[in-house]
């Protein structure tokens, strides 16, 4: 591993890239390239005491559990299915927000499957957090491990139901599904590695402190 004696932020290019902008800016951190249009994994910024790595959203706990990164932005979708060991959660920055649902085809009864005790098949990349919400109502169900386009399941028979984040709610009506329960809202929170914490304290708190004061509600 290289030495780098600053600090090294673990985020995905795409949403919450774009959301973290403002914040990375309170902390007085621009930086100097676009993960969009450049091919770079670890971007550079004004600061020459900061660099991002740019990496997919579920690696992002990983990369800072094992102190690659010293901190990290990661939706609770993701946090849950890490599993979050060793993590520390300082903040929620209400970022990246949208909802974790159960959805089902148009035209398919969810209750009446329910109330029947019936065993449906649930497609989903979120296995942890649809185990849990199943089995706190005692429901049965068949999950199929999904890596994306859940949506795609029930239309061609995979699944009778998927378990997916939502927002606008478009990309669901657009495949003539419906949400048919909440399960949980999802926002993006800031992790820091314990031992960074620690040992580069002094650089970190004032990022976290500019992070805090930055949050929208
Ligand atoms: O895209 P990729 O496969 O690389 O990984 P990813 O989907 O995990 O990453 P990314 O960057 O798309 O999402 C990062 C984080 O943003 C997620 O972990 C969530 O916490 C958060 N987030 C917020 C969302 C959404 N909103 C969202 N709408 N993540 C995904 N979506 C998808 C959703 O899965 C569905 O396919 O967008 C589609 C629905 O959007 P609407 O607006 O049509 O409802
Ligand atoms: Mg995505």
């Known amino acids: 591993m290289t030495e780098f004696g600053g600090i090294t932020l673990a985020l995905s290019k795409g949403?919450?890239?774009?959301?973290?902008l403002p914040l990375l800016a309170a902390a007085g951190i621009v930086p100097t390239e676009d993960p969009e249009t450049s091919r770079k994994l670890i971007l550079a910024t004004n600061r020459p005491d900061v660099r991002l790595v740019i990496i997919r959203a579920t690696d992002t706990?990983?990369?800072?559990?094992?102190?690659?990164?010293?901190?990290?932005?990661?939706?609770?979708?993701?946090?849950?299915?890490?599993?979050g060991a060793d993590l520390y959660q300082p903040?929620?920055?209400?970022i990246a927000k949208c909802r974790m649902c159960v959805a089902?085809?148009?035209?398919?009864?969810?209750?009446?499957a329910v109330r029947r005790g019936a065993r449906i098949r649930v497609a989903t990349k979120y296995i942890q957090t649809a185990r849990d919400h199943f089995a706190s109502k005692?429901?049965?169900?068949?999950l199929i491990k999904l890596y994306g386009s859940m949506?795609?399941?029930p239309l061609v028979g995979l699944a009778d139901a998927i378990v997916d984040l939502v927002s606008?709610?478009?990309?669901?009506?657009?495949?003539?599904?419906?949400?048919?329960e909440d399960i949980l809202a999802v926002s993006s929170r800031l992790i820091v590695n314990q031992a960074s914490l620690k040992l580069k304290h002094d650089l970190l708190q004032p990022v976290i402190d500019a992070f805090a004061g930055a949050i929208k509600p």
């Open 15 to 20: 949403r919450i890239f774009e959301e973290t």
């Open 168 to 180: 606008s709610g478009g990309t669901l009506r657009a495949n003539g599904l419906v949400e048919v």
């Open 151 to 153: 949506e795609l399941a």
């Open 104 to 112: 089902v085809p148009r035209g398919f009864d969810y209750e009446a």
């Open 61 to 83: 706990p990983t990369y800072v559990q094992y102190g690659a990164a010293d901190m990290g932005i990661a939706g609770k979708d993701v946090l849950i299915e890490h599993g």
């Open 91 to 94: 903040l929620d920055l209400n």
């Open 138 to 142: 005692g429901m049965h169900v068949d």
